[in-house]
């Protein structure tokens, strides 16, 4: 069974603060995605990558970079933090491009 | 206008109802939808893949496309309590997940 591992449930952090979100997965997976859920508006893309060092902008990059140095971890970081990125955070991965997606259990991040 | 719209309830039915989930979308160029659930404090798991349209059917689960409306749902017979859930309709124009569009959601609520 595939398991997408987020390192934190909970996060409160403070405006303009570095904020770094792990994703691990155990599946081998070509493809992992970062996305932000918020009442409302459904889950917007952030970024993904489909290969080690490679990465693509989503729909919503602005405030967000990504780093991918191992095959199994994606990482979101976000250089200083602001309120409006207090968000549910998911991190999805996939071995093809149209395979489901299996995602972890969610990072809640409050930046006060 | 969102290009996906989905009410985000609550929908609240007894035990043993059949349920109907709607989502609305306004580009004709969609040909791939799917319904995600995502129980409380969890990711959200596919439920159903349907490509153009048509039905699709699976245990208690029917998905319904209607291109010419523009309008896909999700029948669930004999609900349970354990199908208390929020549910996410996701399509696309191209069978990729770099490029999904999400609805928002509707949380709906099974009553014993």
């Known amino acids: 069974d595939v398991k997408v591992t987020q390192s934190s449930r909970y996060l409160v952090k403070r405006t303009g603060e570095k904020v770094f979100l792990e994703c691990v997965q155990d599946m081998d997976h070509e493809n992992m995605f970062w996305y932000r859920q918020d009442p409302g508006l459904g889950l917007r893309l952030i970024y993904f990558?489909?290969?080690?060092?490679?990465?693509e902008k989503g729909d919503i990059p602005e405030g967000y970079s990504v780093s991918r140095e191992k095959k199994e971890r994606f990482s979101l970081i976000l250089e200083s933090a602001s309120t409006n990125q207090t968000s549910m955070y998911l991190c999805?991965?996939?071995?093809?491009?149209?395979?489901?997606?299996?995602f972890g259990n969610g990072t809640r991040l409050t930046v006060t | 206008q969102k290009e996906v719209e989905q009410d985000p309830g609550p929908l609240s039915v007894p035990e043993g109802a059949i349920v109907s989930l709607n989502c609305t979308y306004s580009n004709s160029a969609f040909q791939y939808f799917m319904w995600y659930r995502q129980y409380s404090r969890k990711g959200p798991e596919l439920l159903m893949y349907?490509?153009s349209s048509g039905n699709k059917e699976d245990g208690r689960f029917t998905a319904q496309v209607d291109k010419s409306s523009k309008y896909i749902s999700l029948f669930i017979r004999d609900s349970q309590p354990s199908d208390s859930a929020t549910y996410l309709c996701?399509?696309?124009?191209?069978?990729?997940?770099?490029?999904?569009?999400w609805g928002a959601g509707t949380k709906l609520i099974i009553k014993p």
């Open positions: 999805a991965s996939t071995p093809r491009r149209d395979s489901p997606l299996h």
């Open positions: 349907t490509y």
């Open positions: 990558s489909y290969d080690v060092k490679m990465k």
């Open positions: 996701a399509m696309s124009g191209r069978r990729s997940n770099y490029q999904l569009i």
